[in-house]
């Protein structure tokens, strides 16, 4: 592995900084999502978004066509699909793991098409109400809020669905008002807002016991320690290191000595140049990052690491573990060459820190992405600045995180 490096360069209290910074992650989990604990797990579930949204448009396309209680207001009526077709749009958009993590602005503008959804789909219909089951947008915005549950903290969902709440029994109760039926107002109302508090229960129930389990189980892997592994596997590289030029060169030289009945000069020369050898190998283990030693035990001998402050051992124990994901991925998959690995790590401004990352992959782009889009999903909710560049035979990766 070809390394630039500069003299003096320490590491010391990396571990302990790791450690400290893994703590106030999972302190601060109140807030993340389902999606930013287990991106991989929302990158699945985005096909029942998706569906959820189709579905949504379809129905309400065929309850505005052929299910009317009055005649209405066509306009109003292709004015509400248009409202659910956006509102699913922004979902699907939202929810790519190519623009993770789902952004607020995102969340409040489907409630809001929800919701203006609901009052048009009123307005189209505004008469006496004979049926219930052409009443679509009661269950639409319950389903709008299940579609965002692994996208959204708890806190945002129990907002949202109480918005929508509301609008569906503001918009029911007005109907019954003045054109009353055999339940009291009150009582529609609250049967036109039920599915929404239902099911917004639900996905409230769904974020807060999955952001709490997974802070859980974050804390008690952190307990063990990135770092710990760290040090299993550097201690593991050093002794295979060790392991390599006693077998080749200490162990050869020495039955050559027990052959012989005196020493030369050579061979003090030739034992001379083993101990150099030897010294140089132990200061390059110790001026070792640990990203430097994972590259090497991945087979990445030939890659090259550009990092010569050992800016790399800043980044906390979450973060370290996606990037040695993506780099185990990418140095033992059989269409990347180690030769073409290549890193830099350099300071972009203040505490921020940058890293550029290229592969060599013997692949078509479309290859590329089947092979490392899980991998880029989860470096996408890690660092939310990454940006990707695919082409045949080449991946680049750009993406930086504040030093702590």
């Known amino acids: 592995m070809t390394r630039s490096t500069t003299p003096g360069a320490r590491r010391t209290g990396s571990e302990s900084r790791a450690r400290r ?38 129905w309400a396309i065929v309850a505005s066509v052929f299910d009317r209680d009055v005649t209405g207001s066509p306009t109003l009526s292709a004015l509400t699909v248009l409202l659910v077709a956006a509102s699913g749009a922004v979902v699907v958009t939202a929810s790519s793991p190519f623009r993770a993590p789902f952004p607020r602005w995102a969340f409040v503008a489907h409630v809001v098409l929800l919701g203006l959804a609901s009052v048009t789909s009123t307005a189209a219909q505004w008469g006496p109400d004979s049926s219930a089951m052409n009443d679509f947008m009661a269950l639409l915005t319950a389903t709008g809020i299940v579609m965002v549950a692994p996208y959204r903290p708890w806190g945002d969902l129990a907002i949202g669905g109480l918005v929508l709440a509301v609008v569906d029994a503001v918009a029911a109760g007005a109907v019954n008002a003045v054109f009353p039926l055999e339940v009291p107002v009150v009582v529609a109302a609250f049967l036109a807002a039920a599915p929404t ?78 101990a150099d050898g030897i010294r140089r190998a132990m200061v390059a283990d110790a001026d070792r990052t640990w990203f430097e030693y994972a590259v090497v035990a991945e087979g990445g001998s030939a890659a090259t690491v550009d990092d010569p402050d050992g800016l790399i051992a800043t980044l906390d124990a979450d973060q370290r573990t996606v990037v040695r994901t993506f780099l185990r991925a990418a140095l033992r998959a059989s269409t990347v060459d180690p030769a073409g690995f290549r890193v830099r790590v350099r300071r972009v ?44 035979s080449a991946l680049a990766l750009r993406f930086s995180y504040d030093q702590h």
């Open 197 to 274: 508090l239902i099911l917004t229960g639900a996905s409230v129930a769904f974020a807060w016991t999955f952001a709490g389990l997974a802070e859980r189980v974050q804390i008690r892997a952190g307990s063990y320690s990135v770092a710990r592994a760290d040090r299993d596997g550097i201690a593991e590289s050093v002794q295979r290191d060790r392991s390599t030029i006693l077998i080749r060169d200490v162990a050869p030289f020495f039955a050559e000595l027990r052959t012989r009945d005196e020493i030369t000069d050579a061979d003090r020369s030739r034992a001379s140049a083993i």
């Open 21 to 58: 910074r893994g703590g106030e992650t999972a302190r601060a989990g109140g807030s993340r999502t389902a999606q930013q604990y287990d991106p991989l797990g929302a990158m699945g579930s985005r096909p029942m978004a998706i569906g959820l949204g189709a579905a949504g448009v379809l």
């Open 349 to 392: 401004e203040g505490r921020r820190i940058g890293i550029d990352l290229d592969v060599a992959v013997a692949d078509s782009d479309v290859g590329i992405h089947r092979t490392f889009d899980p991998y880029f999903a989860v470096l996408r909710v890690t660092f939310p600045d990454l940006d990707v560049s695919v082409r045949p």
